[in-house]
């Protein structure tokens, strides 16, 4: 296992540890004679706490990350449990709806950018001919972080659907007999016997978004660029900003660091909270 330890280390840990030694500097490309200042190693952390704007960014995350992670596991359990039902026609959907998750981030970007483009939008025509007047979604203060919660929801969903489904094609079919012989309704056998059997599965899989949308990244550069003003401006965008636009490396740094401390923590309440394993009531 050697090789591969060793290509993970310099692929990865490497990396985090130059992240985690640039954030105690005030690095700033415009002032090379700062990568190795360690005068002030907690200046940037400092300036974290006074940021209003970065506080702004942590909230737009919490919106994003709670709408779109709970609305691809209901919508991937919900179709994952139509799609367990044996039905040729059901079977054939099944890869269509794998399209969105296999598709690159960008070229999903820009599929809605021309959805929510109203000079060439399908979906604008299409309610324009009806009668309703849509503004331009992605300009929309009120609908902006919307249109990325409706995206990200799009291009995700499946993730928690394939998860969810490989995880019912595993389930006892003589559990399933036996509540059915006791008078157990379909909606009792999936309260009772199918949700508390792909628990562990529904943890993981919402794990996985959780982390993945605090990556958010490709959907918002285009289409929104963190706009109207900053209220898509998520904090891992925010660290892009300061680290490529302002070329504020220690002050992004910091930031980075304390973002994937807290995914971790997060990560660990939610795990100690809600437990693993797989049990049947």
Not at 39 to 51: A, E, T, V
Not at 165 to 190: F, I, N, R, Y
Not at 235 to 260: K, P
């Amino acid at each position: 296992m050697a090789p591969s330890l060793a290509v993970l280390a310099v692929v990865t840990l490497l990396p985090s540890l130059y992240l985690l030694v640039t954030s105690f500097t005030p690095l700033n490309l415009t002032r090379p004679e700062t990568q190795w200042d360690f005068s002030q190693p907690l200046i940037s952390y400092g300036q974290l706490l006074q940021d209003e704007r970065l506080a702004n960014s942590v909230w737009v995350q919490v919106k994003l990350s709670f709408w779109t992670v709970t609305l691809q596991l209901l919508i991937g359990v919900a179709l994952a449990l139509l799609l367990n039902v044996k039905s040729k026609l059901l079977e054939a959907l099944r890869t269509v709806f794998l399209i969105p998750m296999v598709l690159p981030p960008i070229v999903v970007a820009i599929i809605w950018k021309v959805i929510y483009t109203p000079d060439i939008s399908p979906m604008h025509q299409a309610l324009a001919a009806m009668g309703w007047n849509v503004p331009a979604l992605i300009t929309d203060p009120q609908w902006a972080l919307t249109s990325i919660i409706i995206a990200d929801t799009w291009e995700w969903f499946p993730f928690t659907m394939l998860m969810v489904l490989a995880a019912l094609q595993m389930l006892p079919q003589e559990l399933l007999d036996a509540a059915k012989v006791d008078g157990a309704s379909p909606w009792q056998l999936t309260r009772h016997v199918t949700l508390p059997f792909i628990q562990g599965v529904l943890l993981v899989a919402g794990l996985f978004r959780l982390i993945d949308s605090i990556k958010a990244f490709p959907l918002i550069y285009i289409l929104t660029d963190g706009g109207p003003g900053s209220l898509t401006e998520v904090t891992n965008y925010y660290s892009f900003q300061q680290a490529f636009n302002f070329s504020y490396l220690g002050f992004s740094s910091a930031i980075t660091v304390v973002l994937l401390a807290a995914t971790i923590l997060l990560s660990w309440i939610i795990i100690r909270s809600v437990g693993w394993g797989t049990k049947i009531d």
